[in-house]
Structures are given as structure tokens and as C-alpha cells.
């Protein structure tokens, strides 16, 4: 069983800043991948931005220049830093990641696992 604790969602006014965190504990051997989506009322869940466990990142096109993710490869944490917010990034930030849980004799054992969530809210 591998579980993602995620912390740091909150109101905040445009223009500021948030720092979400998530945890991955349980059965891990080694990361893949996290990353951070995003679900806005009435909207599907969209990928915000990722990171392998090497530094590898991505973003979406919306938050490029304004959100930073970073990974704590010995914590398994991963971090998403946001700077000036806008109202549009107001979603419910899921945490996500891709881990070896272990290993069969095929081979490693690759989970896909979900954060529960949190809500972040940016006041305009």
C-alpha cells in the first residue's frame, strides 16, 4: 500500500503565494514520477505540473514562470511552489505519483496513487 498526505492548500488573495506539499509513504522501493493536477468546479482534472524522481519537470502552459516543482527524493515529497496566483488556479490540487512498490518475479511492481486533495483559493 503506498498513500500520498498532501498540506499547504488555503485562501489567499491574487498575487500571492502558496506552497503545497505531499508525502508519499508506505511500500515504496523507488519513484517514478509525482506531480500536481488540478480540478476546477465544472472542469476536468488537468495536469499542472510533474517531475521525475532525476528532476525532470513539466508544466502546463498556464502556470509556466509562476509554479516551481521540486522533489525531496529522500522525504518522497514533492513540492509545488506558487507565486503570483491568479483567481483561473482557484481548483481542488490533487497529488499524484507513480512508484515501484515492490518487486515479483516478473519484475517491479508499478502503483499509480491519488492524493484526497486540497483546496486552494485565490481571492480576487
Known sequence: QV???????????AGGSLRLACAA????VSINHMGWYRQAPGKERELVASITSIGITNYADSVKGRFTISIDNAKN?????????????????YCNAEVVSRYSYRGPVVV?????GTQVTVSS
Open 3 to 13: 498513500q500520498l498526505v498532501e498540506s499547504g492548500g488555503g485562501l489567499v488573495q
Open 25 to 28: 509513504s508506505g511500500s515504496i
Open 77 to 93: 515529497t514533492v513540492y509545488l511552489q506558487m507565486n503570483s496566483l491568479k483567481a483561473e488556479d482557484t481548483a481542488v490540487y
Open 112 to 116: 499509480a496513487v491519488w492524493g484526497q
